[in-house]
Nanobody, 121 residues
Framework: QVQLVESGGGLVQPGGSLRLSCAAS????????MGWYRQAPGMQRELVAA???????NYADSVKGRFTISRDNAKNTVYLQMNSLKPEDTAVYYC???????????????WGQGTQVTVSS
């Protein structure tokens, strides 16, 4: 079984920083795109940032210039460095990955359990 385990969430004051990590484990042959999504109360889940296996990145307009996504392919881990945090960044942040478990298997999509980020004074 494949698992995505997030860590690094918490409470931070406006203007502060947090770094989220997500480690994928289990039977994994190769991971393609990894990404971070977030969902605030009463809102739909939205893409925050994504990164391909070759390092190409994509960001939501609301986080450009403040958040940075990166990954360590050797560790099957993706990171989200969040700077200049705002109250509107408050949400549950979810890790997501497209991967294959064998050379011939179809691409499967997995989600982590989520980690709470709260930006408040």
């Amino acid at each position: 079984q494949v698992q995505l385990v997030e860590s690094g969430g918490g409470l931070v004051q406006p203007g502060g920083s947090l770094r989220l990590s997500c480690a994928a484990s289990g039977r994994i042959f190769s991971i393609y795109t990894m990404g971070w999504y977030r969902q605030a109360p009463g809102m739909q889940r939205e893409l925050v940032a994504a990164i391909t296996s070759l390092g190409r990145t994509n960001y939501a307009d609301s986080v450009k210039g403040r958040f940075t996504i990166s990954r360590d392919n050797a560790k099957n881990t993706v990171y989200l460095q969040m700077n200049s945090l705002k109250p509107e960044d408050t949400a549950v942040y979810y890790c997501n990955a497209d991967l294959i478990v064998t050379m011939t298997s179809p691409v499967l999509n997995y989600w982590g359990q989520g980690t709470q980020v709260t930006v408040s004074s």
